[in-house]
């Protein structure tokens, strides 16, 4: 177990998209554990660190609202990025009312979580990285508020505030045991961008990731 950091993150909205739901975005029940560590990563990250979800606390009931959003239906071609790069004059912009779509969204709103993490150092690593400098790093940082850019609930519109937990954690609005069925762990990007999911339950409003995950 590397050094562990307990972070208190909380919005107005969030949507942690289901994947098998292809055209308008419905939430899982609670925060996913890639979510989580994007949060801390967005505070704190470097090569030399890996960062661990290790439990999810649920604070506030889960509750959802309906909204309807503005999204877009394509992105700037690759190509003409790439030719803008080599100097040539193209166009890098989209007229929103040409590609403008109205879709509606099941969010979650007033959320509240605490997260347990740790991390661990990687084999990028160099002479001057340890342990005990990147703690003391991160949690001044949390402390203080600082990231690296805005940490978000899933879409970029959800911005989250955060702070350093530094006492004991708050005391659920749950109690007993809840099934929050099939969720998406993380990405594995060295296999092809897979999904990898982990059957979540949560006890107490805690969700136990790394005991989960052992489990499979």
Known sequence: MGYGIKLKVYGDYACFTR?????????YDVMTPSAARGIIEAIYWKPAI????????????????????NEISQKI??????????????????????IRQQRAALVLRDVCYIIEAHFEMTDKAGEDDTPQKHYNIALRRMRQGKCYHQPYF????FSVKFEHVDGDVEKSFYKGERDLGWMLWDIDFKNDMAAIFYRANMKDGVVDVEELKRKG
């Open 19 to 27: 994947p098998e739901m292809k055209v308008e975005r419905v939430s």
């Open 154 to 157: 899933g879409t970029r519109e």
């Open 77 to 98: 071609p690759k190509g003409n990025i790439k030719k803008a790069m080599d100097g040539k004059s193209v166009e890098l912009y989209q007229v929103a009312p040409d």
């Open 50 to 69: 890996r960062w661990i979800v290790d439990r999810i606390h649920v604070i506030n009931e889960i509750k959802f609202t309906n909204i309807r959003r």
